[in-house]
């Protein structure tokens, strides 16, 4: 197919369904409700064929003023080869209005994001599987409608970008348990569906032991179901979730087109990711 045959427009939600295929294409575990949630978070711009089949897609997530992340970047196996994912970035950059870039990349999309201006900053390891046995945590609850405003702020703490948007959809999708000490949330991780069964994360918390703790909270209900942790390489988690179930089974590379802002206190840090699409 020639490239004068095809049009860039606005991702709306009439493309959901188009998305899906093309991520089954892929070989991703997103779900309808999965695509759903991140546009409602993203803005985006999808490539439609003569046909007005969806071959390609890209969403642009702000985290307020602080940064954006690039995320969702697919094009149909057919299109590749014709400029289409440097057409897609370019469309990712005018919806960012000059905020610093993050993405996770995978190795095929590594020279085209290199070319644009990124680097690698980091790693990430995709952990899932079925649960096995898992002793109940102490010390971790279930948080309140009142806590959210904390963990919005120890989440832009770990994270350095005001995340308040994905929070409230997580909140609304899923749960969030929480670690406190003499009253104050020093620790949080959320469960949602996604995918093949759940997804545990963002996890905020001050060590790995913390962390760890968080993640058996939700886990210990869960022995026989599918979960899956996407989480940094150097976060000391990896051979724990693998003793619980939780192969790794790949991941991505972290990179971003700025020198990524630090976080204002150093107590806290992200063990986990909300995704790999969001960080």
């Not at 999309?109 to 990124?118: D, H, I, S, W």
């Not at 790693?123 to 945590?137: N, W």
């Not at 989480?231 to 990896?238: E, I, P, R, V, Y």
């Not at 107590?267 to 960080?279: I, N």
Request: charge should be neutral; proline fraction near 3%; include cysteine.
């Amino acid at each position: 197919m020639r490239t004068d045959e095809i049009d860039l427009v606005m991702f709306g939600p009439e493309h959901i369904d188009g998305a899906v295929s093309l991520s089954q294409q892929a070989q991703w575990p997103h779900r309808r409700e999965d695509w759903q949630m991140m546009l409602a978070l993203s803005d985006g711009t999808v490539v439609l064929d003569a046909n007005g089949r969806v071959v390609g897609t890209i969403l642009l997530t702000r985290f307020g003023q602080d940064c954006a992340a690039i995320n969702m970047v697919i094009v149909d196996e057919a299109m590749r080869g014709h400029g289409l994912g440097r057409k897609l970035m370019e469309r990712a950059f005018a919806f960012a209005g000059g905020r610093p870039l993050r993405l996770f990349a995978t190795a095929e999309g590594l020279p085209l994001y290199r070319k644009l201006g990124f680097a690698e900053c980091g790693t990430i390891r995709q952990h899932q599987g079925e649960v096995r046995l898992v002793a109940t945590s102490r010390g971790v609850v279930f948080a309140t409608a009142d806590e959210i405003a904390a963990i919005k702020r120890l989440d832009r703490d770990a994270f350095g970008a005001d995340r308040g948007a994905l929070i409230d959809r997580l909140a609304s999708a899923g749960k969030f348990a929480v670690v406190r000490r003499d009253g104050v949330v020093t620790g949080y991780a959320a469960l949602r569906a996604f995918g093949r069964g759940e997804v545990i994360g963002p996890i905020v918390a001050t060590s790995a032991d913390e962390a760890k703790t968080l993640i058996a909270f939700f886990a210990a209900s869960r022995t026989g179901a599918f979960l899956r942790i996407d989480t940094d390489s150097d976060s000391g988690l990896a051979d724990w979730l693998e003793k619980i179930g939780l192969q790794h089974v790949g991941g991505g590379i972290a990179m971003s087109n700025h020198a990524p802002k630090k976080p204002d206190h150093t107590q806290v840090r992200t063990f986990a990711l909300a995704s790999q699409a969001l960080g």
